[in-house]
């Protein structure tokens, strides 16, 4: 796997005729459902440092646990970890609180994404007006709207007291 990732790498910054990237970063932890391939991941993205390729690694959809294990393994490794990418926003912040401790502890920083949650806190959406058939946002949002009434509230009225849309 590892020459492959190093032979992607080159291929990706030729097309976008640069040198090197800031940054390259794996996109999921494939622990829960690829176990065994978690590892390679790892040590491509590592050569792909070793090979200058980037100045940095950094992981996205990561928990506190694997994040942990990988940089655990650049450290071996002399790779710097910069960041771990994480969904963050009202109705996450509960649970990535222990993200940011994470990222303190291996001395990372943490880049949020979706800070509207995936468009659900965008005030375009409730229980009788969900995401059309066969997006897959659709059975999200009927799940987690039910929940979100009282934070979409607060945050109309404070829209709509600075005569602002959400």
């Not at 995936?118 to 995401?131: F, I, M, Q, R």
Request: aromatic fraction near 6%; include cysteine; glycine fraction near 8%.
């Amino acid at each position: 796997n590892a020459p492959r990732q190093v032979s992607a790498a080159k291929a990706s910054l030729s097309r976008l005729q640069q040198p090197s990237l800031a940054l390259a970063q794996l996109h999921w932890s494939t622990a829960n459902y690829q176990p065994f391939q978690e590892a390679a991941l790892w040590e491509g993205i590592a050569d792909v440092y070793d090979a200058n390729l980037c100045s940095a690694v950094g992981v996205s959809n990561y928990g506190p646990l694997q994040l942990c294990k990988m940089a655990n393994r650049m450290t071996e490794r002399n790779v710097p970890l910069a960041t771990a990418q994480i969904q963050y926003s009202l109705m996450t912040y509960g649970a990535a609180k222990s993200m940011n401790e994470a990222c303190d502890e291996v001395g990372c920083r943490l880049i949020a994404y979706s800070p509207l949650c995936l468009g659900l806190l965008t005030g375009k959406y409730n229980v009788d007006a969900l995401p059309p058939v066969g997006n897959p946002r659709r059975q999200l949002f009927k799940e987690l709207l039910p929940g979100a009434g009282e934070l979409l509230g607060t945050l109309r009225s404070v829209a709509g007291g600075d005569d602002k849309s959400m």
